[in-house]
Nanobody
Framework: QVQLVESGGGLVQPGGSLRLSCAASGRIFSISAMGWYRQDPGNERELVATTTNVGSTNYADSVKGRFTISRDNNKNTVYLQMNSLKPEDTAVYYC???????????????WGQGTQVTVSS
């Protein structure tokens, strides 16, 4: 009923940049928030950045000043601009959205399939 499709991952050298995109589609009535989480082997999934439908943002301390989250509400799309990438940013990045389906009484969380980001020389 809902799809979150990510794009933009890949291999980049330390200090480089990548831009991730995630588009939500389906029987969506409303999206209250979207964002990005990441997970590398052996660790739990962690928050990277989120943004709400009124424009407030939240970032993990480890990415503040380097990553910027933005959102196009008309396109149900969220972006993550990642600059000054470090090897420790290597992970699978997952798109997340809290949304309400048409005909549903409540918001719930949905996840994308993940996109690999590798920072290595």
């Amino acid at each position: 009923q809902v799809q979150l499709v990510e794009s933009g991952g890949g291999l980049v050298q330390p200090g480089g940049s990548l831009r991730l995109s995630c588009a939500a589609s389906g029987r969506i009535f409303s999206i209250s928030a979207m964002g990005w989480y990441r997970q590398d082997p052996g660790n739990e999934r962690e928050l990277v950045a989120t943004t709400t439908n009124v424009g407030s943002t939240n970032y993990a301390d480890s990415v503040k000043g380097r990553f910027t989250i933005s959102r196009d509400n008309n396109k149900n799309t969220v972006y993550l601009q990642m600059n000054s990438l470090k090897p420790e940013d290597t992970a699978v990045y997952y798109c997340w959205a809290r949304l309400m389906l048409s005909g549903s009484p409540a918001y719930r969380a949905y996840w994308g399939q993940g996109t690999q980001v590798t920072v290595s020389s």
